[in-house]
């Protein structure tokens, strides 16, 4: 059977977050309820196109997907474990933010199948997490996290974010220092990109400064050392784990494997043809008409692809694989441009695979600018 992973989208948030760009905004209980309805709908409605597949992951993101009763949690997971083929051992996470769920929650959550919870902490600094428009403090968060432990879960994420407003070098090492104390199994950090349109760049002047790149930079060393220090590795770009816990749903995404969307604005890939839901409300809820910008990617735009979201993984891109999947060498399609890049020293090459070197993570965004086609 082939491979799925499934992305299930809860656009629900207690409250919008200043930074926040995602679709997600706060609801009333009825909308929630209306919602799920139509969801489990197309869930339904979907599922005589994958017949062939097996779902290997599933990823409950948002918004805040923990803001569900744990009713339409598990309601959920039962459209998905009688509609279609899941794999036993299935990763199956779940997006919470601290605060939204109790322990009976959590344990209803693991009963129904969910192994994996990724949660939004952000900051351990209660005056950064204030500033962000976060609902939660650190006392919140630690609550949430033995609460989860409490109910069984054994693979957690906690999403960490730096060059906030006003923080300080000290300030995020403290943040990496209590988290890894905790010892989740996996820890995502990213940097903070004040996106046009959010309250915090309309009001940016009335905020403490960002950090500045040299202090930007020192984070990032930082980052790096104490994460590797205490046995997490950077398997890409921003995402470090322990040992095994790679997220696989997201390795999903960077190796191109068929993936459905479902909810308001999800996207989808399978075979390769790329679609996106609406993102009106309206219209979701209607069940008519989801998708939209449905696109064949090309032999070339699938090549693209390969290498550019290959190259997010240290791990980097099999020219074996590259091989066998398009029947072309990857010398042949992208010679010049490895060559160039593997001189400036931010490629490396083995046998088989060709990967970001350290220098090479900074520069990512031109060097996978290089791996697009005239087609
Ligand atoms: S919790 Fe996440 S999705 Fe919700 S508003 Fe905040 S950043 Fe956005």
């Avoid at 339904?44 to 918004?63: C, D, H, M, R, W």
């Avoid at 997971?77 to 299935?90: G, I, T």
């Avoid at 999403?159 to 905790?182: F, H, N, Y």
Wanted: aromatic share 10%; net charge negative.
């Amino acid at each position: 059977m082939k491979a799925l992973g499934v992305y299930i989208h809860i656009p629900f948030c207690v409250q919008k977050c200043r930074y926040c760009d995602f679709l997600s905004a706060p609801s009333t209980e009825e909308a929630r309820a209306e919602y799920l309805e139509a969801l489990k709908r197309e869930m339904i409605n979907e599922a005589s196109a994958y017949e062939e597949y097996e779902v290997k992951t599933v990823f409950f993101g948002g918004g805040t997907p923990s803001i569900l009763e744990a009713e339409q949690i598990r309601e959920c997971m039962e459209v998905l474990q009688s509609h279609y083929r899941l794999a036993a051992d299935a990763e199956i996470s779940m997006e919470m933010n601290p605060g939204t769920a109790s322990l009976e929650k959590l344990q209803v959550m693991r009963a129904s199948g969910i192994n994996r919870l990724s949660i939004g902490l952000q900051s351990t600094v209660d005056e950064e997490l204030r500033m962000l428009g976060r609902i939660h403090t650190y006392a919140d968060f630690e609550k949430t996290y033995y609460a989860a432990r409490e109910a069984g879960f054994t693979n957690i994420n906690v999403d960490l974010m730096s060059a906030i407003p006003g923080q300080s070098v000290e300030g995020w090492r403290k943040t990496l220092q209590r988290v890894v104390d905790l010892e989740p199994e996996h820890i995502s950090a990213y940097s903070l990109i004040i996106e046009e349109g959010t309250p915090l760049y309309e009001n940016i002047e009335s905020y403490p400064a960002i950090p500045s790149e040299e202090e930007d930079r020192i984070m990032y060393q930082d980052t790096k050392s104490l994460l590797k220090e205490h046995g997490y590795e950077r398997y890409e770009i921003s995402n470090y784990a322990k040992s095994g816990y790679e997220c696989k749903h997201n390795v999903v995404y960077w190796t191109r494997e068929n993936y459905a969307g479902f909810g308001l604005g999800a996207s989808s890939m399978v075979e390769n043809v790329r679609w996106k839901n609406t993102d009106d409300m309206k219209i979701y809820l209607g069940q008519q008409e989801l998708k939209e910008e449905v696109h064949e990617l090309s032999k070339s735009e699938c090549m693209e692809e390969f290498m550019y979201l290959g190259l997010r993984m240290m791990g980097g891109v099999s020219c074996r694989e590259f091989l066998n999947t398009f029947g072309v060498s990857m010398d042949e399609i992208y010679g010049d441009v490895l060559r160039h890049w593997k001189n400036m020293g931010v490629l490396w090459q083995d046998e088989d695979n060709v990967a970001l070197t350290d220098a090479g993570i900074d520069v990512s965004n031109q060097i996978f600018a290089d791996f697009l086609l005239d087609e």
